[in-house]
């Protein structure tokens, strides 16, 4: 009764009964995991043919219930169906519930197979996915020797099934394995790619390690990649994330320079950010600015050119983002530049406040 106004997606029609359809679209819309089980049943005992759309939105029903079995059930009939060819769509489901169900082994070797039919996971998908998978070091290690073992028996490795180890293990911070890994890439014949450089400055982001993240960089140039504006921002934002937690005086001195720097840096090469990615960046730079009057904003230190008195966050270097953004031909945002106003009028209101200060005292 409940299926009488159900509206049929284009993938699940079939020439066949309507009656047993109805009961197929009413069981995959309520997501209903013993109902596909049973529908799988009834189109084995009856010789009844489901098409590809259905077992596709099968795989989700798995994905979304945490169904492993259900997943790799269905996977077997689609490879019949699709003579061994499956979606785009059908792989990332796959994986996704390998990865959900903690099942590393099945998720590392679904993700190669998928990887080497030419498809792909995006890098924030994969950071999703990866926390779920692989809960501890042991399973990280344990997927590394699935993928050697793999390789020694003669089939191929895929760039994105090592990158996913890497990424993990910068996810907990295991940048020791990370590097391992990376190192081990020409063992399996493979170079390695954007991502991967990207995996491994996101290591160094959450470790913390601007070292780290800079060597990561070079090293991408040298091998001929970029400069990929991806993994720059990512080197901007490690930065930024150092400036938070720099403290006072010199230490702030020398990381501020180190940002005024990788700015022009920027600017010089022409990195092609995006502007919501331009944007990100001053937003964040811009709220490391207090807003009460009575915060000490102001430091002493001595810098490159000299010693100098100016805000932690001096206006000049949100001036060269500005700047590097209409370069790129982008539109700085009305809010942006209103919140930048405030926070110099901040800045000139606590000078003022000062000189004032000081003359009462003279007197």
Not at 68 to 96: E, I, Y
Request: aromatic share 8%.
């Amino acid at each position: 009764t409940a299926s009488k106004n159900v509206k049929y997606p284009e993938a699940v029609v079939s020439t066949q009964s309507t009656g047993i359809l109805d009961a197929v679209n009413t069981i995959l819309l309520h997501d209903s995991r013993s109902g596909c089980r049973k529908v799988l049943e009834y189109s084995e005992l009856q010789k009844f043919p489901l098409n590809i759309g259905v077992y596709e939105c099968m795989l989700d029903t798995s994905y979304r219930g945490y169904d492993a079995d259900l997943a790799s059930q269905v996977w077997a009939l689609l490879l019949q169906v699709s003579n061994n060819k499956p979606s785009a769509r059908a792989h990332r489901s796959r994986v996704a519930t390998f990865s959900t169900c903690g099942k590393s082994k099945e998720f590392i070797l679904s993700l190669n197979e998928m990887s080497l039919q030419g498809y792909s996971l995006s890098l924030p998908l994969m950071r999703q996915l990866l926390p779920n998978c692989f809960t501890d070091v042991e399973k990280l290690d344990q997927a590394y020797y699935d993928l050697e073992d793999l390789y020694k028996n003669g089939h191929k490795v895929s760039v994105e099934a090592l990158n996913s180890i890497v990424l993990a293990c910068s996810i907990k911070k295991e940048m020791e394995r990370a590097w391992a890994t990376f190192e081990e890439y020409q063992n399996f014949g493979i170079p390695a790619s954007v991502e991967t450089y990207r995996s491994l400055i996101i290591g160094a982001e959450i470790f913390g390690d601007i070292d780290m993240a800079f060597g990561a960089y070079e090293r991408m140039l040298n091998s001929g990649i970029g400069p990929d504006p991806a993994s720059f921002e990512l080197l901007v934002l490690v930065v930024m994330r150092s400036l938070k937690t720099s403290g006072e005086g010199e230490a702030i001195a020398s990381q501020y320079d180190l940002f005024s720097t990788i700015i022009d840096k920027g600017i010089k090469e022409k990195v092609r950010l995006s502007a919501a990615g331009l944007i990100k960046i001053v937003t964040e730079f811009l709220k490391l600015v207090p807003l009460d009057r009575d915060s000490p904003i102001e430091c002493e230190y001595r810098s490159q050119t000299g010693t100098v008195r100016l805000t932690m966050h001096d206006c000049r270097v949100v001036y060269k983002i500005f700047e590097w953004i209409k370069i790129l031909k982008y539109q700085v945002p009305t809010h942006l530049l209103s919140l930048f106003e405030k926070k110099k009028a901040n800045v000139k209101n606590k000078k003022k406040e000062e000189k004032n200060k000081k003359k009462k005292k003279k007197k």
